[in-house]
Each structure stands twice: as C-alpha cells, then as structure tokens.
C-alpha cells in the first residue's frame, strides 16, 4: 500500500479490488447447505453490486496515518478485515433503507433492489444477515483483543440506535414535519456520518494511532460525516436518476426535510464547502500522512453520485 501511488490509481487498482476480494471471501460459505443458497445469493448480490467504497477507503487511509510509509502485514490484514466490516454494514443498511417500509427505492446502483429481486421478507432477512457477517469478520482482526473489542464497539454504536438506525428512525418521524436546523443536523449526523465516522476512527483504532493524530481524525471525520450527506441532499435535488442510480428527487417527492428544503441550494452548497474546509484543516497538523485523506474528502465533496 505504498504512499508513491497515486489517490486515483490507489483507489482504483488497490482499495476497490481488495474490498472485491474480501468480500467475495467473506460471503463464500465454504459448507454451505443446499437450502440456504437462496440467502446467500441475495447476499452476495447486495455487497457485491459494485459501489465506491469510500468508506473501506477511508479505513485503509485513516489506518496510513500510523503507518505513512509501510503497513506491516498484520496492520494490513487487520485494516481490511476492519474495512470489510464497514462495508458489509453499509450494504446491509441500504438493503433495508430501500423497502416499502422505509425509503421504498426500487433502484440501486441502476440494479433492482434486493426486495423488488428477491422479494421484501427475503430483503429483511439479507440486510440481518450481513449485519451479523460484519461483526464475525472485524472479530477476526489480527491485533490485541482490547483493540478488537474498541473496533467492535465502535461499529456497534455508529450502526445502532445512537448512529445509523437512530438517524433512520428521525429521518422517517420528520416525513411532512417541520423541524428546526439542529434536529436535520443530528439527523444527519446519525444516519449518514457516523458510519463514515466510524470508518476512520476504525482505521485509527485498528493500528493504535496516537491520541493527538486520533483526535485529528476525529474532528475531520465528524465534519466530513455531515457534509457526506449535505452533498448527498444536494445531488438528490439536482442529480439525474441514470447518473445517481437511484431515484432522483425522492426527498422532494416524499416531503422529508433536508438541507436544499431548508436552506436552498446555494446555501446548502455552502455548508457542503465550509464543512469540507474544516474537515481538511481538521487534519492539517498531520501533514503528507493525511493526503490520502485529503483526496477523498475531496471526492466525497465533488462527486456527481
């Protein structure tokens, strides 16, 4: 994982096919009964349906942070596996979030969804299913146990009540509300950022960064978090559905607050911009270390999808 690659060809040629790898690994049942072929195929078709994976990307760069120039092979092993865990939540929660019952999306990724694919009880039973695959596989991270339990915990808490789920039950009780500037904050905080949040600090955590470099990432993470799903309120408003790969204009469509109702587009684009600035100066102090950083708060800002 050398620092002379370049962002795109790091991006591209190392974190996209290790992430394909794993969790083609992961989702290999290598005694796999006969009558949960069904399960897994659906499985794997939720993971494996292509993606970014930004959030796998920042585990493995928030984890050089440690390690700039060479990460020992037991580091490597242990930020995969931590990156894989990311992953597989990330794909169990867009399985859910896209149900009848939630945002009810028939696409993603311009593929049908898992329950328009496999049908809605099947769907339920898929995004479970991969939830509790992430925490087998970041249990098998080649580092001292405290830090596995530091690293299961911290998923734990951005993916339950008080992260992910907590943000999704706001978002889905604010569906033709007016709410105040602080709770869509938190909303957003909850159901997109800490996931991403949670990407970073695992990387951190996984190679005992230092408290002064954790801290850092932390209040980059924290900010980038947030201006994910700025951007992501923005492109819903502006984005068309074949680029987005899911259905464009559904917030407006379902009359769910976000930034564009509430502040506008132009200001909304601003916030998006502020908090990308202070996410990179979050992480100022950590100079060439944090470039890989850098690149991706940068794409995360700018994408188009």
């Known amino acids: ?18 992430m394909e790898s794993s969790l083609e690994q992961a989702l290999t049942v290598v005694d796999e009964s006969p009558y949960l072929a069904g399960l897994h ?8 349906a292509g993606g970014k994976r930004i959030r796998a990307a920042l585990v493995l ?4 942070v440690a ?5 020992v092979e037991q580091s490597k092993k242990a930020l995969i596996a931590a990156a894989t865990a990311v992953e597989l939540i990330h794909a169990y929660s867009l399985v859910h979030d896209d149900m009848p019952c939630m945002d009810d999306d028939e696409l993603r990724r311009g593929k049908p969804t898992v329950h328009v694919k496999y049908g809605e009880a099947n769907a339920l039973l898929v995004g479970d299913a991969l939830q509790s695959l992430a925490f087998e596989i970041i249990a098998t991270m080649p580092v001292a146990p405290a830090l596995v339990i530091k690293a299961m915990q911290q998923l734990a808490i951005a993916s339950g009540s008080r992260g992910m789920v907590g943000g999704q039950y706001m978002d889905l009780a604010s569906v033709d509300q007016q709410i105040s500037k602080a709770r869509l904050k938190l909303m957003h905080q909850l ?3 800490a996931l991403i ?14 408290y002064e470099d954790h801290s850092a990432l932390k209040s980059y993470a924290e900010k980038l978090g947030l201006a994910y799903q700025v951007v992501d309120d923005i492109l819903d408003a502006t984005a068309d559905t074949s680029v987005l790969g899911k259905t464009a204009g559904k917030d407006e469509q379902d009359n769910k607050p976000t930034y564009v109702s509430m502040l506008g587009l132009s200001e909304a684009k601003d916030y998006a911009a502020a908090l990308h600035h202070e996410a990179l100066e979050a992480i100022r102090p950590l100079g060439s270390r944090a470039e890989r950083l850098r690149a991706l708060a940068d794409l995360i800002i700018h994408r188009q999808s």
């Open 1 to 18: 994982m050398s620092q002379e690659l370049s962002f795109d060809h790091w991006l591209s040629a190392y974190v996209v096919p290790t």
């Open 41 to 48: 195929e659906a499985m794997r078709y939720a993971a494996l």
């Open 61 to 64: 760069a928030a984890g050089e």
């Open 67 to 71: 390690h700039p120039s060479e990460q």
């Open 191 to 193: 159901k997109t950022g």
């Open 197 to 210: 949040q949670a990407s970073v600090l695992l990387g951190s955590i996984t190679v005992a960064t230092n």
